[in-house]
């Protein structure tokens, strides 16, 4: 019977936490940590700014979390990084992943990217172990691919950097973008424009 009564209240917080996330990603990528407020989070989120401090504490607290969830979704595509897996399959994958991030979620790469520009001071311990060592892991196996002639010899390391830099600029640069491009903002086609362009110019540097 207690796991019957718990069940509910464990959904409810679920999604009131995924609320208060995505409103604070919103907050945290236009006003950044210095200029967002617990209760500008809380009337983007539709809830009672009690229940920001009930579930993550403090600005400080809910702040981490929103970037600790962005490197987590960020991390995700990766898994298909295989040795046995198909190489094109595998990078074509993860490029069009980090351009659907980057299109669905630009709030998201504009706040890593603000807290990156300022030293990384919450997330420089992440970067170097949960990144590094998942970047490390993939280099490797981008070395073996090459070592068996299934693509042609990369910098595994360097090639992480090029797609997260080939993508992650249409969410981190918009405006730059747009003014180029002379409109107010980027379409659904011009993200697929972009996507194909990185896809082909990235296979292309392996030799696939």
Known sequence: MTHVAEAPKGLIRRANEALILSAAEKVFARAGFGGATM????????????????YFGSKEVLYRAVLAQILSDWLVPTHGITVDADPRTALEQYIRAKMELSAQRPDGSKVWANELLHGAPVVKELLATDLRQLTLEKAAVVKAWADAGRIAPVDGMHLFFTIWAATQTYADFDVQICAVMDQDALTEKDYERATEHAVSFILRGCGL
């Open 39 to 54: 209760a500008a989070i809380a009337e983007a989120s539709g809830l009672p700014k009690a229940n920001l401090h009930y």
